[in-house]
């Protein structure tokens, strides 16, 4: 299952990864926000990387305007490896080298379609488990 969550800035490209997610048949949870109305990043953020540490979502996809900020709150979360992605490779080695389990992303930085690419590279992509990867994310997790 994946954790959504979004503010206001990042709603639109949510709703459409969430149609993303369904068309392929995978469980999602969306822990917010539910409209476009202004609003604070970290009151989704943290419950959806609270989500994905505690293991009841097995990865996380988070949206704000530039994905920073929500990246940023994310990463506070102990067990949580959040990377921003504004292309493919990128999501590509952020899971083979740093086994990341959430995906930040720019709904004012990249377009619908490039993230919906970003996503698809980040869930279809293992961690690499070669000891080298696997001794550095051990020492993120120190």
Excluded: W
């Excluded at 206001?8 to 995978?26: M, N, R, T, V």
């Excluded at 083979?96 to 869930?123: C, K, Q, R, Y």
């Amino acid at each position: 299952m994946i954790a959504l969550a979004s503010d206001h800035g990042g709603y639109d490209l949510k709703c459409q990864i969430i149609a993303y997610l369904e068309k392929k048949g995978i469980g999602y949870k969306d822990f917010g926000c539910y409209g476009k109305e202004s609003c604070d990043y970290p009151d989704f953020a943290r419950p959806t990387a609270e989500a994905v540490a505690a293991g009841v979502c097995e990865m996380g996809v988070v949206i704000c305007t530039t994905g920073i900020g929500i990246s940023i709150v994310a990463n506070k979360v102990r067990g949580v490896r959040c990377a921003l992605c504004a292309d493919e490779l990128s999501a590509k080695l952020t899971r083979e080298h740093n086994n990341a389990n959430m995906l930040a992303l720019g709904a004012g930085i990249v377009g619908p379609n490039l993230a919906l690419s970003i996503l698809d590279t980040f869930l279809k992509t293992p961690f690499s488990e070669e000891e080298r990867h696997a001794r550095r994310v051990e020492k993120i997790e120190a």
